[in-house]
């Protein structure tokens, strides 16, 4: 009976032994498996940070000549703008210049004919005085008319 129970006990630990090994084995798959995921993962963990970090190196460069751009437009349209205000100077000087020109040329010519009604009305007046004949008088009609001509 020893030796059966010998025997049943050889066995359990045969069995025991090949579960152990049958858990071995596993334990190495699964590890090695794990290991291989790990590895897996961190290389595409590695891959996808390079691939960020090449995405912001490109939207910096982007934002760059973005800024860049900007500038350039924000100088051109400040020049023009300087541009614009200096012809709009310029105008608004020379139609002032000729505004006066104008008022001056309104005055001369008030003047003189001011001076020409001054001149007949003398004329006319010495002219009634006299008691001069008709031709007289009509040849200070024909000197005024001439004098409102010029």
């Known amino acids: 009976m020893l030796l059966g129970n010998l025997e049943a006990w050889e066995g359990c630990m045969n069995e025991s032994r090949g579960n152990v090994a049958i858990h071995d084995v596993l334990y190495h798959q699964i590890t090695s498996s794990s290991d291989e995921a790990i590895k897996v993962a961190l290389g595409l963990v590695d891959e996808a940070d390079k691939a960020a970090q090449k995405m912001v190196a490109e939207c910096e460069t982007l934002l760059a000549a973005v800024r860049q751009g900007t500038e350039q437009i924000r ?57 001069a004949p008709t031709a007289v008088r009509e040849a200070a009609l024909i000197e005024m008319s001439k004098a409102l001509k010029q």
């Open 75 to 131: 100088a051109e349209l400040r020049d023009k703008m300087v541009e614009f205000a200096t012809v709009m100077r310029d105008y608004s000087e020379q139609i002032a210049a000729k505004n006066r020109a104008y008022v001056e040329a309104a005055r001369n010519t008030t003047e003189v004919i001011n001076s020409h009604i001054e001149a007949v009305r003398a004329a006319m007046n010495s002219v009634a005085h006299e008691g």
